[in-house]
């Protein structure tokens, strides 16, 4: 059994930053592969970042050069780190950990 947990997120102004932070935990877990998705109210639930094995970090076009994704650090913790963000990107933001394991999702919202 793996558990995944993420936290941060919140309310942003347009062109602010958050960090999303995805911790996952479990007997001898072993991380091959991490995405992000994103699900906004209405719309599919869109792959925004992501890598597995040893492969380059993947962007969605929607976000690269403003998202920031981290590998996992020795507490098995990824970060994604979000700049200049939109109203657009308003979504909740999800982690999934080797294909199986969901984060519980965060909430992301950008709004003056």
């Known amino acids: 059994q793996v558990d995944v947990v993420q936290s941060g997120g919140g309310l942003v102004q347009p062109g602010g930053s958050l960090r999303v932070s995805c911790t996952a935990s479990?007997?001898?877990?072993?991380?091959?592969?991490v995405v992000w998705f994103r699900e906004a109210p209405g719309k599919k639930r869109e792959m925004i970042a992501g890598?597995?094995?040893?492969?380059?970090?993947d962007y969605a076009l929607s976000v690269k050069g403003r998202f920031t994704m981290s590998r996992p650090d020795t507490k098995n913790t990824m970060f994604l780190q979000m700049d200049s963000l939109k109203p657009e990107d308003t979504a909740v933001y999800y982690c999934l950990v080797n294909d199986d394991f969901w984060g519980q999702g965060t909430q992301v919202t950008v709004s003056t």
């Open positions: 890598f597995t094995g040893y492969s380059p970090i």
């Open positions: 479990g007997n001898n877990l072993r991380i091959n592969s």
